[in-house]
């Protein structure tokens, strides 16, 4: 399809484990979100990629979480040493461009991550 | 910090009533644009609002940008239970680019 695409959309894994998320951006979008959702609540910012740099990493919790879009497309989002509060529904977004402030953000299904 | 607070957290009504959703802010915020999400799902763009005082409709809907473009607000006329879901309001930050979201309001219409 012509949206958003996530991978894995479950991922069960046990503590202290590594983990990479992978976002498929729209086609042609510069602009590529992640968040960090947990049940019945709203999205929590994690970083945001203009192009293949990150323009805000600022919503990183530690250093365990890194990302990359080291072409400009596609994103993966990387875990490393899981602790169980890291389970949570990992949202990728994308943008037609970055500092547009009025543009929509297309969001994929989300990747659900649980930690053991 | 850019913060967003939304209240009511959750809200049950019966169908054919209205209901109003707010969203605040002590931040002046470039945009506001309110989201709806179902379960298994990301979140849907509803609308967008830019300048203060607009206001919006669709449909049943009508979003309103405050005059200091700090809050918004959402109100459904005649609330039906397809409306039921998660909506959330969302502001971009002029000096960051990001888009900052609130916790969201948990929307229940029973028939």
């Known amino acids: 399809g012509a949206g958003v695409s996530q991978t894995p959309s479950n991922k069960v894994t046990e503590k202290g484990k590594y983990v990479e998320l992978r976002c498929d951006p729209i086609?042609?979008?510069?602009?590529l979100y992640w968040y960090r959702q947990s049940l019945g609540q709203g999205p929590e910012f994690l970083i945001y990629?203009?192009?293949?740099?990150?323009?805000?990493d600022s919503g990183l919790p530690n250093d365990r979480f890194f990302a990359v879009r080291p072409e400009g497309s596609v994103s993966t989002l990387k875990i490393q040493r899981t602790e169980r509060g890291d389970s949570a529904v990992y949202l990728c977004?994308?943008?037609?461009?970055?500092?547009?402030?009025?543009?929509?953000?297309?969001f994929g299904e989300g990747s659900r991550l649980t930690v053991l | 910090t850019q913060l967003l607070e939304q209240s009511p957290q959750f809200l049950s009504i019966q169908e054919g009533e209205n209901l109003t959703v707010y969203c605040n802010s002590s931040?002046?915020?470039?945009?506001l644009q309110w989201y709806r999400q179902e379960p298994g799902e990301g979140p849907v763009l509803l609308v967008t609002?830019?300048?203060?005082?607009e206001v919006k409709k669709l449909k049943r809907l009508t979003f309103q940008f405050g005059d200091a473009r700090k809050d918004s607000s959402l109100h459904i006329t005649a609330a039906q239970p397809g409306d039921t879901g998660l909506y959330l309001c969302?502001?971009?930050?002029?000096?960051?680019?990001?888009?900052?979201f609130g916790q969201g309001t948990t929307l229940q219409v029973k028939p």
């Open positions: 086609s042609g979008h510069t602009a």
């Open positions: 931040s002046v915020f470039s945009s």
């Open positions: 977004a994308s943008s037609l461009r970055a500092g547009d402030l009025t543009g929509e953000l297309f």
């Open positions: 969302a502001g971009y930050s002029s000096n960051t680019g990001k888009l900052i």
């Open positions: 990629f203009q192009g293949t740099g990150a323009a805000d």
């Open positions: 609002v830019v300048t203060g005082g």
